[in-house]
């Protein structure tokens, strides 16, 4: 989930079914579901195990969270989409909001998803979740060094200057972050702590993986990682200089952001619709979420080794709402506190 860039509403269909038959169309038929979908990775293994184990076949139009909104917008009732799909919390709730989402009643989604991780209304449901979280160099830093109550907030202290390495402020991740800081503490406080990273002249990365290089080479003690890019760097190279914090152990706890689903509102095939999003969120957690190192949201579900051996921690509750409302503000205050 890096930032695509924008593919104009022109964007050929990406067909899953090409990658796996050859074939965007099924003996002359459209696939029976079509999904809007801002995840563009590891697509193949969950959801051809999805049509081999249920017969439903699936296509995908592939764009950004605010793209495939923009485009259900347009086409109103006439959409072929079935089910949209997003990597962000707050693009479901606004879709959610937009009405362009349906009902569902189910308690297979209720007992698999966790009460934060879904709309009350059932209009979406979180599948996948990721973890935003302090990284160090261990030669450099010893983790008693962090703030266990408000970690983020405690990067802000002169002791970090000139040792940290964050985001750029057009990051989605640096957004949702600085959006759930103001949910949590106000917009003053959250204010007050954005201007103390920029006063600790913190170095902006322009992705998470040169981020975490930076690190390793001891550019910069401190970064803001998401978890699944520790991952994969380690996957590549185990000997990485990099460790993880799990931030606020002793306050708000870390926070985290999801992918999610729900089933179009104009939607010709809401049952079929409403199963794949059951299968993900049960039987397919570890083939949607393992590939990108990713942690199931069902609790019933082990997370892969690789990322199991960081330890549990705990997680700051998801407010959808804030993520979708408070992103103008973050973008603004971001701004205001000369963050780049
Ligand atoms: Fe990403």
Redesign the pocket.
């Given at each position: 989930?890096?930032?695509r860039p924008f593919i104009a509403a022109s964007a050929g269909l990406i067909t899953l079914m090409a990658a796996l038959t050859g074939c965007g169309i099924i003996g002359g038929q459209p696939a029976d579901l079509q999904i809007y979908s801002a995840r563009h990775y590891d697509l193949e293994g969950a959801f051809g195990q999805f049509t081999d184990e249920t017969g439903i076949t699936v296509e995908f139009i592939s764009g950004d969270d605010a793209e495939l909104l923009e485009r259900l917008k347009a086409e109103g009732v006439d959409t072929a989409a079935d089910v949209f799909m997003t990597?962000d919390a707050g693009s479901l709730w606004n879709a959610a909001r937009l009405g362009e989402l349906a009902q569902l009643e189910s308690a297979v989604l209720d007992g698999a998803v966790p009460e934060d991780l879904r709309d009350p209304q059932g209009q979406w449901y979180g599948l996948a979740m990721?973890a935003r979280t302090v990284t160090y160099n261990p030669d450099n830093v010893d983790p008693s060094e962090f703030e266990t109550t408000e970690t983020y907030a405690g990067l802000a202290d002169s002791k970090w200057e000139g040792r940290l390495c964050m985001r750029d402020a057009t990051s989605a991740?640096t957004q949702s972050l600085v959006a759930s800081l103001i949910d949590l503490h106000g917009r003053e406080k959250t204010l007050e702590i954005v201007r103390g990273w920029v006063a600790n002249n913190v170095e902006i990365m322009s992705n998470?993986i040169l981020l975490l290089e930076a690190i390793d080479a001891g550019t910069c003690d401190v970064g803001i990682n998401?978890h699944?890019?520790l991952a994969r760097t380690l996957e590549e190279n185990p000997d990485l200089k990099v460790d993880l914090f799990w931030a606020s152990p002793d306050g708000a706890g870390t926070h985290v952001n999801i992918s999610g689903a729900g089933v179009v509102e104009g939607s010709d095939n809401p049952g079929d619709a409403q199963r794949l999003i059951e299968w993900l969120a049960t039987d397919g957690q570890n083939p949607f979420v393992d590939g990108n190192h990713e942690y199931p949201v069902n609790p019933t579900v082990e997370p892969e080794p690789g990322i199991a051996a960081f330890g549990e921690f705990k997680r700051m509750p998801l407010n959808a709402e804030a993520y979708g409302d408070l992103n103008a503000e973050a973008v603004d205050l971001l701004a205001e506190a000369g963050y780049k």
């Amino acid at each position: 989930m890096s930032p695509r860039p924008f593919i104009a509403a022109s964007a050929g269909l990406i067909t899953l079914m090409a990658a796996l038959t050859g074939c965007g169309i099924i003996g002359g038929q459209p696939a029976d579901l079509q999904i809007y979908s801002a995840r563009h990775y590891d697509l193949e293994g969950a959801f051809g195990q999805f049509t081999d184990e249920t017969g439903i076949t699936v296509e995908f139009i592939s764009g950004d969270d605010a793209e495939l909104l923009e485009r259900l917008k347009a086409e109103g009732v006439d959409t072929a989409a079935d089910v949209f799909m997003t990597v962000d919390a707050g693009s479901l709730w606004n879709a959610a909001r937009l009405g362009e989402l349906a009902q569902l009643e189910s308690a297979v989604l209720d007992g698999a998803v966790p009460e934060d991780l879904r709309d009350p209304q059932g209009q979406w449901y979180g599948l996948a979740m990721r973890a935003r979280t302090v990284t160090y160099n261990p030669d450099n830093v010893d983790p008693s060094e962090f703030e266990t109550t408000e970690t983020y907030a405690g990067l802000a202290d002169s002791k970090w200057e000139g040792r940290l390495c964050m985001r750029d402020a057009t990051s989605a991740y640096t957004q949702s972050l600085v959006a759930s800081l103001i949910d949590l503490h106000g917009r003053e406080k959250t204010l007050e702590i954005v201007r103390g990273w920029v006063a600790n002249n913190v170095e902006i990365m322009s992705n998470d993986i040169l981020l975490l290089e930076a690190i390793d080479a001891g550019t910069c003690d401190v970064g803001i990682n998401n978890h699944y890019y520790l991952a994969r760097t380690l996957e590549e190279n185990p000997d990485l200089k990099v460790d993880l914090f799990w931030a606020s152990p002793d306050g708000a706890g870390t926070h985290v952001n999801i992918s999610g689903a729900g089933v179009v509102e104009g939607s010709d095939n809401p049952g079929d619709a409403q199963r794949l999003i059951e299968w993900l969120a049960t039987d397919g957690q570890n083939p949607f979420v393992d590939g990108n190192h990713e942690y199931p949201v069902n609790p019933t579900v082990e997370p892969e080794p690789g990322i199991a051996a960081f330890g549990e921690f705990k997680r700051m509750p998801l407010n959808a709402e804030a993520y979708g409302d408070l992103n103008a503000e973050a973008v603004d205050l971001l701004a205001e506190a000369g963050y780049k």
